[in-house]
């Protein structure tokens, strides 16, 4: 059947057969396993999720593609090892699907346009995956792991809930239509919030918000605002073994979370 991809949708459908094994493999994904799969396209990704026997849940937005997914797949959503399910990724409930109350795993070539609200989505989310698969702009994907020594508000993000991995780069020419620019495999593993004990969340992310507030700034003047008048950030900087001149991006997470333990108990 003739379809036109959908930019609007971000629509680069994966032809690399290599890049989907990796990405498979990448997951550990195994019989048994419940895979919730982000814009399953024409099923290229979700043929072989479903070869390795693993159960999947697979959320699509565009309409269009139903019919043809519903065609391909008939044996699998017959015998509910797929489960097809028309919507926008960022409305989508996991709570609302038994499959998804287990330790399941997100493996997606989604589409770029959204890549920080998925992320940001389903890190944050009181249902955590316990492993994403993302396929990824490779900027993104070298952001994320901080590949050139530089933390970002996006590397320390997913950095506190899980560990992620860079995988490997996708060629522009492995999709049709290729994209304009390169992408990467990248997995997050071990997602959970056990970093975050006794941390409320909200008030961590306002304290890296507030570091990268300011670009030009050092981080101890960032986070001025943040702390109350009557806390010495500069001790409690030194206390920790960071330089008073340091920028957020050359400050690692596990200083982070000191940095936010040390003012929580200074004040009163
Ligand atoms: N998985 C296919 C592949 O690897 O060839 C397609 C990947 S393509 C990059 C992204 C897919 O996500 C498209 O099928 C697109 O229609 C779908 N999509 C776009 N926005 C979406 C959204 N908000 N929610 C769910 N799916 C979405």
């Given at each position: 059947m003739y379809y036109k991809a959908k930019k609007s949708l971000g629509q680069n459908f994966l032809k690399s057969e290599k890049a989907l094994a990796d990405m498979v493999r990448a997951g550990d994904v195994q019989k048994g396993d419940a895979v919730l799969e982000i814009g399953p396209g024409k099923g290229a990704l979700t043929e072989k999720i479903l070869r390795t026997g693993a159960k999947v849940i697979a959320v699509e937005k565009d309409r269009e593609l139903l019919p043809i997914l519903e065609e391909k797949f008939q044996k699998e959503v017959k015998n509910g090892q797929l489960t097809l399910v028309e919507a926008d990724i960022l409305e989508f409930?996991?709570?609302?699907?038994f499959l998804l109350s287990t330790n399941y795993k997100v493996i997606a070539n989604i589409p770029y346009y959204i890549t920080g609200a998925i992320i940001r989505k389903f890190l944050g989310i009181e249902k955590q995956p316990k492993t994403m698969v993302l396929l990824v702009q490779k900027e993104v994907a070298e952001r994320i792991v901080a590949r050139n020594g530089k933390e970002s508000l996006l590397s320390l993000s997913v950095k506190l809930y899980g560990t992620p991995k860079y995988i490997d780069k996708v060629a522009a020419r492995y999709f049709s239509p290729a994209p304009k620019v390169d992408s990467a495999i990248i997995a997050i593993t071990d997602i959970s919030r056990k970093k975050l004990a006794n941390i409320d969340e909200k008030a961590f992310f306002e304290l890296l918000h507030a570091g990268f507030g300011h670009k030009r700034k050092v981080m101890l003047k960032n986070i001025e605002p943040w702390a109350e008048k009557n806390i010495q950030l500069p001790v409690i900087f030194e206390k920790i073994g960071?330089?008073?001149?340091?920028?957020?991006?050359?400050?690692e997470l596990a200083k982070w979370i000191e940095i936010f333990r040390k003012i929580k108990d200074t004040r009163v």
């Open positions: 409930d996991p709570t609302n699907y960071i330089s008073i001149k340091a920028r957020a991006e050359d400050v």
